[in-house]
């Protein structure tokens, strides 16, 4: 039981780790593409584009780990095992 808890904290632990990871990747690329725009093309505005779409899928990524939290959930999951483990029982 205690191993069970100690897992799924990390597991939940590595997503939230993972998050931060892209946010902060996020925000350091959207900055170099702002001074590769800002230097080399200053008349033409660009680089709004991928930190739109990445904001985007950011945005997703967040609402996966903090609102939804693993979905379609732990109970699927176990569902879903469950159902494969009896069908190789079967083909044996």
């Known amino acids: 039981m205690v191993d069970e ?3 799924k904290a990390k597991k939940r632990v590595e997503e939230i780790k993972g ?6 990747v996020y925000v ?3 900055i170099v ?3 590769i725009n800002f230097f080399l093309s200053p008349g033409g ?3 709004y584009w991928p930190l ?3 904001g985007i899928g950011l945005f997703f990524h967040a609402m996966g780990v903090f609102v939804f939290n693993r979905f379609p959930g732990k109970k699927w999951e176990d569902k879903k095992i ?7 029982d079967k083909k044996d």
């Open 45 to 47: 505005w660009w680089f």
């Open 52 to 54: 739109l779409g990445w």
């Open 5 to 7: 808890k100690y897992e």
């Open 33 to 35: 593409l702002f001074l």
């Open 82 to 88: 469950e159902e494969l483990m009896k069908e190789m």
């Open 28 to 30: 350091c690329v959207n």
């Open 19 to 24: 998050f931060y990871t892209h946010a902060i």
